[in-house]
């Protein structure tokens, strides 16, 4: 008997005949006597619908109305779910977040989890029955239902999987498992059979949606080991885990690209201390997560910064530098929405060198343009015009081969 906890994503859980499905592989583990927590996301769409209705009604809806709002689509499919259980004979309860014990921070639509009070988990577990969690959402000390940013569920499984010390954790989407690119976009991407962590981290906080990048944090720093799958099939999927020596062999892992994001660019500021700070202060005092940053060389004492944010963020983002501008010189915001990040991971870009020189290559010979670049230790990214960022991931992997490995 083992204790495992099972994810299932938006479109394993899509229409009626696709949550029967999943009732029927519950119930398959369950009879082996397995015990089993499943958390399960909206139906696919569901939670962009519910956001494209609140903006029908107001252009800058409040954070605490959207996740009262997103929280719904997670609510159909637990009961659903654990109807569906109950139609073949298996034992289910479903809980919301918050039944379910997820203590959050107060930060609405990203929220960070806490704690977990898994005691009444316990209790149905001992019970025999299966435990259904919506995914995504929790609580915060004041009773506000939180949700945790976009992709949340795989947090809700991780993060459940920690607290009831699951021996296994399985993500069920749409895929076989994480690729060396987004299959969709790269025909010939690869299957991974394991990935490390870090890897996975730079993949998903880069654009891979395959999992949401805070999900993989907390599963590092807690140690759970996850593997992701398709719920359409038995194949194996790809194990996420600790990095072992031999992971460096390989210079890159994979590639990804993230069309969500903005470039924002600051002009005609004071080059002076303190500027700086006072627009990444603004920034970060309305939870805006900055990514790439670059300023250029001050002429005359005026300088540039460019960043990039969110795309969802950049109403906020304006907002919340108009009050600093002032005080920095006066200043000229423009964003530039039509932007994609390129990147590629590997942890064997620690000891391997000439990475860069082969992604650059690779995107003058097919004329792409570069418009900013960073790196970290095992990333490399690159900002470039949106219409040819699916292009570029093609290129990128064919050349550094990962179609062969
Ligand atoms: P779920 O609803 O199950 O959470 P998501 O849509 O969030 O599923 O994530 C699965 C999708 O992630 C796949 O359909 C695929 O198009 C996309 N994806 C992006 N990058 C990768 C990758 N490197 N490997 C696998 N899938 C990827
Ligand atoms: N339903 C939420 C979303 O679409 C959470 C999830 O699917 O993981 O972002
Ligand atoms: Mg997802």
């Known amino acids: ?14 229409d009626v005949e696709r949550i029967k499905k999943v009732a029927l592989r519950i119930k398959a583990i369950r009879d082996q006597g397995n015990e089993l927590v499943v958390v399960v996301s909206a139906r696919a769409g569901v ?13 800058n809806p409040s954070d605490r109305e959207l996740d009262m709002l997103l929280a719904v689509g997670e609510q159909e499919t637990i009961a659903l779910t654990a109807i569906a259980l109950q139609g073949v004979g298996v034992d289910a309860v479903s809980y919301t977040g918050a039944q379910a014990g997820i203590f959050t921070d107060k930060v609405h639509t990203k929220a960070k989890i806490k704690t977990i009070n898994a005691q009444p988990i316990e209790k149905d577990l001992k019970a025999g029955r299966v435990v259904i969690v919506a995914g995504f959402q929790g609580i915060n000390e004041e009773g506000h239902i939180t949700t945790l940013g976009r992709g949340g569920s795989d947090l809700t499984a991780i993060a459940l999987a920690a607290a009831v010390q699951a021996d296994k954790c399985e993500i069920y989407t749409d895929v076989d498992g994480v690729y060396t690119a987004d299959p969709r976009v790269v025909p010939d991407a690869r299957k991974l059979p394991e990935i490390s962590y870090d890897e996975m981290l730079e993949l998903a906080s880069s ?21 992701v799958r398709s719920s359409f099939n038995y194949n194996p999927g790809t194990i996420v885990k600790q990095e072992v020596a031999y992971m460096e062999k390989v210079v890159v892992r994979g ?6 994001q903005a470039k924002i660019i600051v002009s005609n500021i004071l080059d002076k201390p303190g500027s700086a700070a006072s627009v990444f202060r603004a920034l970060a005092d309305a939870n805006i997560i900055v990514d790439m940053i670059v300023q250029n060389v001050g002429r005359n004492g005026i300088a540039n910064l460019t960043f990039t944010v969110p795309q969802v963020d950049t109403g906020k983002a304006q907002k919340a530098l108009e009050p600093v501008l002032d005080a920095v010189g006066g200043g000229h915001v423009a964003v530039h929405e039509h932007i994609a990040k390129l990147s590629v991971v590997g942890v064997g870009m620690k000891t391997h060198s000439g990475v860069a020189a082969t992604l650059f290559q690779a995107l003058a010979d097919a004329n792409i343009n570069i418009e900013l670049i960073t790196t970290s230790e095992i990333k490399i990214s690159v900002v470039i015009d949106e219409d040819r960022a699916d292009e570029a991931a093609r290129v990128a992997h064919a050349a550094f081969k990962l179609n062969e490995l």
Request: glycine content about 10%; charged content about 25%.
């Open 1 to 14: 008997m083992a204790r495992i906890v099972q994810k299932y994503g938006g479109t394993s859980v899509g």
């Open 47 to 59: 939670t962009n619908e519910l956001l494209a209705r609140a903006k029908s009604l107001a252009a």
């Open 207 to 227: 654009g891979s949606k395959v999992m949401q990048s805070r999900s993989v944090e907390f599963a590092e720093k807690y140690g759970v080991v996850f593997e």
């Open 255 to 260: 590639v990804a690209v993230d069309k969500d």
